[in-house]
């Protein structure tokens, strides 16, 4: 394949201090997730390599920093580029086509990036931007839910009516429970009195609230409600398109459960348990 290159420079914010400059490369790529164990549908992915996977790579930033990303669409349809902020413009993602372009990030915050083209999203175009100084634990859990037959129908070029979605499998960074439980970006292990932060995006259809047995977490970060950073609680609603940062400083041992409130998202395929379920561990 003929591949060019595109070179866009998006001066987002003017900026006088230095900044180190962080370099990425993606791939949009097609392949398949699974919806149980013996079924799976189409989905669609920013991945760090040609290779396929379910696993939308978290770009990890600190404050001052400036991404240079390359996409490369090896997909045969057009896709785009979307920062929930600071980037106010979609990119164009041509098929066979390479993009370059930057974005200056000056303050710490939790962003979602995304195919804003279509059902793309849905299809599982979108991951986090972590703009993050802090130096302990980090995990980052990607909520998405997904109609089985809509995946079918969509990557087939079948029009589907949303209003008649009804979601019958649930992930986390592409994975359900208890697959789930091997994801070490995700799963929660620590130590008494540490400090941890669990990063969240909300990039499916369905709202999500997730509620931690054992322990309060404290509500860092916002974009639905900046109004309760500072809150300490053990619940936490997530709406769609929604970033979250919650820190834990959990301060007693054992195993606990973690898991989505709206209990059909603890389900696949209607059976229970599975989806969005998780078991943390702290020694």
């Known amino acids: 394949m003929i591949r060019f290159l595109i070179s866009i420079s998006l001066v987002i914010i003017s900026h006088t201090t230095p900044c180190l ?10 392949g ?24 939308n790579t978290v770009l990890k930033l600190v404050p001052g920093d ?14 785009s580029f979307m920062v929930s ?32 083209t279509g059902l793309n999203r849905y299809m599982g175009l979108g991951g986090m931007i972590s703009v993050n100084s802090f ?19 969509i990557a087939l070029g079948i029009n589907v009516d949303p209003a008649t979605y009804l979601a019958d499998h649930f992930t986390i960074n592409g994975h ?44 860092l970060a916002s974009s639905s409600k900046p109004d309760h950073v500072g809150r300490l609680k053990d619940s936490f609603p997530v709406r769609t398109m929604d970033n979250l940062v919650l820190e834990l400083v959990p301060q007693q041992p054992g195993l606990y459960p973690v898991h989505d ?12 348990p599975g989806g969005m379920i998780m078991i943390i561990s702290i020694q």
């Open 32 to 55: 398949y997730i699974a919806v149980n164990t013996l079924d799976s549908v189409p989905y669609i992915a920013f991945n760090e390599s040609q290779n396929f996977s379910t696993y």
């Open 21 to 30: 400059a962080v370099d990425y490369h993606l791939y949009i790529n097609r």
């Open 66 to 79: 400036t991404l240079n990303l390359r996409i490369e669409n090896t997909d045969s349809i057009g896709h």
């Open 135 to 153: 130096t302990g634990a980090n995990f980052y859990w990607n909520l998405r839910d997904h109609q089985a037959d809509w995946n079918r129908d």
């Open 176 to 219: 359900y429970y208890p697959v789930l439980q091997n994801d070490s970006t995700a799963i929660v292990n620590g130590y008494v009195n540490d400090t941890i932060r669990i990063h969240i995006a909300n990039l499916g259809l369905m709202e999500h609230s997730f509620h931690f047995h054992g322990y309060h977490l404290r509500i």
């Open 85 to 116: 902020m600071p980037l106010p413009n979609p990119v164009a993602l041509y098929p066979g086509i390479d993009t370059t372009f930057s974005i200056f990030f000056p303050d710490a915050g939790l962003y979602s990036y995304y195919d804003n």
């Open 261 to 272: 409130h709206n209990l059909v998202a603890t389900t696949i395929g209607g059976n229970s």
